[in-house]
């Protein structure tokens, strides 16, 4: 049985690094400055043999119905909702403030088990500000500091007392899922969306979740997490990052905004397959071809997703011409998938979860040996490699070593002799012949040994 806590408290307290600290990674941004997180994010926490789910929420903080920080508050209040207990943190060394007084009394009001954590207690100056915290009358304050892990030992005696004990089915069984294996075609697909600010990346997931998991705005930059959300469609399971919006490097200048575009280009590298979101009406700007550069570079299955297309006229072929802007300007993933769609109202949305799984089958795609065999005999017979310095290159075979993406390496007399534009010939036939739309292509050249070397050393 799961048993899931929310860590609540007012903004600056230290509840990321607290999350990060039970997660045992650094998920969470973590900065200096208030209000840093705005979603609600899930983790599974470790400490010592003792096992649940950690909500990390946005600081209790009041604000205009409607706006940004009202909106923030509603998230924390439904993670109040879903868990079965509470991690209210103070900042031990600010001591007591009037919102730790109000919001101790909206955790009161949940009916849920309460911990009171006094957060950065290390050294003299904590004691103060953690005694100050029998105020709240939730019982004796837990002095801790995530940042360093101190007082984790007296954390556990806390969560010990709350979290029940474990079915005696469940740990007589515990050793029993090494036997099973995970069949790899049932496997959630990792799914990052990603693009420039306020390109719709949030309302899209939301759409597919069906309720407001992820907060939107018309301002650009709302998220700063990258946030992943488990999502079933037609019976096939995804885990879909939702990441911040990623900028020109020269128009980034604040530590938050470095470490926001750090975090989704890490979502990006553990993504399987990356959907490029690009606004309908400023489609294929220099920004969005850098980023589907990186996403090749990466080596991911990439989709690429033209939203707000509800606000564009329908136009006669505009879909053909969309087809052909994505071949003109991403020669490097010709054939990707693109698919326009409307995450808010919802038009497009089977489409792209369709391009989806196609765009990862073709990444895990292995081609058989005897037909590569036969295609590559075809290809240099075709196009014959060129000389160079007078010399003729001689190709020997070709193999496929992994897929994720395909990856070849090509055996050859002269591999720093072979041009690129030939590579680029080999990568775009392989492309026909095979049917890898999109996917990015490896070929890794490799000399073949040479088995007269011996002779020509002996007669020098």
């Not at 309908?280 to 939203?307: K, T």
């Not at 038009?347 to 036969?374: C, F, H």
């Not at 390496?409 to 775009?428: E, G, H, I, K, T």
Request: with cysteine.
């Amino acid at each position: 049985m799961s048993f899931t806590i929310a860590i609540i408290g007012r903004p600056n307290v230290g509840k990321s690094t607290l999350f990060n600290r039970l997660v045992g990674q650094k998920l969470a941004l973590v900065d200096d400055e208030p209000g840093v997180t705005r979603d609600r994010r899930e983790g599974e926490a470790r400490l010592g043999d003792l096992e649940f789910t950690v909500i990390d929420t946005a600081g209790l903080d009041e604000g205009a119905r409607g706006s940004l920080t009202a909106r923030m508050q509603e998230q924390t209040e439904t993670a109040i909702g879903q868990a079965d207990a509470l991690m209210f943190v103070i900042d031990a060394r600010a001591g007591l403030t009037p919102n730790d007084r109000a919001f101790a009394d909206f955790a009161r009001r949940a009916n849920k088990p309460v911990l009171l954590v006094a957060n950065k207690s290390e050294g003299k100056h904590g004691d103060a500000g953690a005694m100050e915290a029998y105020a709240l009358g939730l019982g004796e304050p837990i002095q801790i500091s995530a940042e360093h892990g101190e007082g984790m030992g007296e954390l556990y005696d806390a969560l010990r007392a709350v979290l029940p004990e474990p079915p005696e089915e469940e740990v007589e069984t515990a050793g029993a899922e090494d036997e099973y294996e995970e069949d790899v075609s049932k496997r959630p697909i990792r799914v990052a969306i990603v693009g420039r600010p306020n390109a719709g990346k949030s309302t899209l997931i939301n759409y597919l979740l069906g309720e407001e998991r992820l907060l939107t705005s018309p301002e650009a930059g709302t998220t700063r997490d990258s946030i992943a959300v488990e999502i079933e469609w037609k019976e096939r399971g995804f885990r879909v990052f939702d990441t911040a919006g990623l900028r020109r490097r020269s128009r980034i200048e604040e530590k938050l905004e470095k470490l926001s575009v750090a975090d989704a280009l890490r979502a990006v590298r553990f993504a399987e397959v990356v959907v490029l979101m690009m606004d309908a009406q400023h489609r294929f700007e220099e920004q969005d071809l850098r980023i589907a550069d990186l996403i090749e570079r990466e080596g991911r299955a990439i989709v690429l997703a033209v939203n707000k297309w509800d606000l564009m006229a329908g136009k006669p072929g505009a879909i053909s011409a969309l087809r052909n802007d994505a071949d003109h300007w991403l020669p490097q993933v010709k054939g990707a998938p693109i698919v326009a769609v409307s995450g808010l109202m919802g038009e497009g949305i089977d489409r792209l979860m369709s391009a989806i799984e196609q765009a990862y089958a073709v990444w895990n795609k292995r081609v058989p040996t005897s037909a590569l065999n036969r295609w590559f005999e075809q290809a240099i017979s075709a196009n014959p490699p060129p000389a160079v310095s007078g010399r003729r290159l001689k190709l020997n075979y070709i193999t496929q070593t992994k897929a994720r993406p395909p990856s070849f390496v090509l055996f050859c007399s002269r591999a720093d002799a072979v041009p690129q534009s030939y590579l680029r010939y080999l990568v775009n036939s392989l492309r026909d012949a095979f049917d890898l739309p999109g996917t990015p292509i490896r070929i890794t050249l490799r000399e073949k040994a040479n088995p007269f070397a011996h002779k020509r050393k002996r007669l020098s």
